[in-house]
């Protein structure tokens, strides 16, 4: 079956069955859930075939045993909206009056103590989650909706458990962009804007890899050295290609051309001065 490789488990606790009276289908897809969802935070975010797979099944069915768990309150549903279309995301629930009849009891599942009455992360280490799968991951949102197949792709499957985790957002350096583009046009002659979208992502981007106005100088002056006078090389002394990421720290690293005459480059001086008079 696609998507289930031998070495993937799930783990059925006792209180499943015997607080929340589950069998079948619906006691497979409520542990294969909860081996995702059991902090009580993250929601299970896979493909419904992944689930099918797992019961064996065709995803009608497996459409039917989610709504079945809903129904019965083992599920919450929450909707993610991504480019204005609709993803449904669940995390497993213990209904208010499951196991009402022994309320006192913990069950064991022979894996250490556990956090909460019906397991939690066990305290212990042991493994507890099922094989998880970079449907759980946030670039994967073809989730139970429906999505066919073929338009998630054939991603692989991530070897350890990863969480979800937030990406900072990028910070924007403006004024310092603004002086990479003046100096570039002082420099090369030319007449780019630090207005421009494009140019500024490129600027922005290498900054918040840790780079520095000098550094952009310094590559600036080094392919103008090198490239000015030559007509097939001059016309490559432009932003999208002296700071592309793949081009960038190459040529920061590359030894300084020294130019002569009308070949290009720019003196100390001449950069000393330009920097109290323009950057500075």
């Known amino acids: 079956m696609e998507g289930i490789r031998r070495e ?38 896979g493909s419904l ?33 991504i480019n204005n279309v609709k993803f449904c995301e669940y995390r497993t629930a213990i209904p208010e009056d499951a196991g009402r009849e022994n309320p006192d009891t913990v069950p064991d599942s022979g894996m250490g103590h556990t956090e909460n009455r019906y397991g939690g992360v066990p305290d212990s280490g042991t493994n507890n989650n099922i094989y998880n799968t970079n449907n759980n991951l946030e670039d994967n949102k073809y989730i139970l ?75 600036i002056d080094t392919k103008h050295a090198e490239w000015s006078d030559n007509p097939d090389m001059c016309r490559y002394l432009r932003p999208q290609t002296l700071f592309k990421p793949s081009h960038f720290e190459n040529y920061l690293n590359q030894k300084n051309v020294q130019g002569t005459g009308s070949a290009g480059g720019i003196s100390e001086e001449c950069r000393r001065l330009y920097n109290s008079v323009v950057i500075e």
């Open 145 to 219: 909706s429906g999505t066919p197949d073929d338009a998630r792709g054939s991603a692989s499957c991530p070897d350890s458990v990863q969480k979800k985790k937030t990406r900072p957002k990028p910070k924007n350096h403006p004024e310092e962009i603004r002086q990479i583009i003046e100096y570039f046009n002082s420099i090369c002659g030319t007449d780019y804007k630090y207005q421009s979208e494009a140019t500024a992502k490129l600027i922005n981007a290498r900054l918040n890899d840790g780079f520095t106005v000098e550094d952009f100088r310094k590559v």
């Open 49 to 81: 075939n992944y689930i099918a797979n797992w019961i064996n099944a065709s995803k009608s069915t497996a459409q039917s045993v989610i709504k079945s768990l809903l129904g019965k309150g083992f599920l919450v549903k929450r909707d993610n909206y």
């Open 8 to 45: 993937r488990y799930i783990c059925i606790q006792e209180f499943m069955v015997r607080d929340l009276g589950l069998k079948g289908n619906e006691l497979i897809v409520y542990a294969l859930l909860y081996g995702f969802t059991q902090d009580g935070e993250q929601y299970f975010s």
